[in-house]
């Protein structure tokens, strides 16, 4: 199954992307050609810190366009080492956010589809959703979540929404906290 991305999130990834865009623009020179990109979007981002008003918005809307081409995880790191930015966090929230939101979707659909056989959801619910989420986020406890889901659809009580995002964000927390401890050796960008 392929997964559909609603126009609200496709809204709030460009947002970030042209966020990202702006904060490499207002880094100083010297920064600026260190960043970890290819050619093209350094000059792109050179030109752009040179430029004023319009002309500078359009220019970032245009890196902005250009980056959802590329993978920005080194430049989200660059940018949390040079200025302590706070983007990469937002964008691991939402990302989580997101795939809680299509864990519950699925658990109501799962509910629905069982109410009408005149059965009762349970723990033996499949989910590709959890299945998705263990993929990106390895290591969470897929039958707390699955539970967490079912509790939330049966009952509509927040708390449980609350705890599958805890879940999600605690392995997630943890597998970045195991990621750089196994590597203490590597060095970090200056």
């Not at 993978?71 to 660059?78: G, I, N, Q, T």
């Not at 706070?86 to 939101?101: A, G």
């Not at 619910?125 to 990106?136: G, L, P, V």
């Not at 889901?149 to 009952?155: E, G, M, N």
Request: glycine share 2%.
């Amino acid at each position: 199954m392929e997964h559909d991305i609603s126009r609200s999130e496709q809204k709030r990834q460009s947002k970030t992307l042209e966020d990202l865009a702006t904060e490499l623009v207002a880094l100083p020179l010297s920064d600026l050609k260190r960043i970890p990109s290819d050619e093209l979007i350094k000059e792109d981002i050179l030109s752009a810190a040179k430029m004023a008003g319009g002309a500078k918005k359009r220019q970032i809307k245009y890196i902005a366009k250009c980056l959802r081409q590329i993978d920005c995880e080194s430049l989200f790191s660059f940018l949390d080492e040079k200025k302590g930015s706070k983007l990469k966090q937002n964008k691991i929230f939402h990302e989580l956010e997101q795939l809680r939101d299509d864990i519950i979707s699925e658990a109501f659909a799962a509910l629905r589809e069982t109410e009408a056989r005149h059965d009762r959801l349970d723990s033996r619910w499949i989910s590709e959703s959890i299945n998705r989420a263990a993929y990106h986020v390895p290591g969470i406890d897929q039958d707390a979540i699955k539970n967490a889901a079912i509790q939330f659809v049966r009952s509509r009580k927040p708390s449980f929404s609350r705890e599958i995002f805890r879940l999600l964000k605690s392995a997630r927390e943890q597998r970045r906290y195991c990621d750089d401890s196994a590597s203490p050796s590597q060095p970090t960008l200056k």
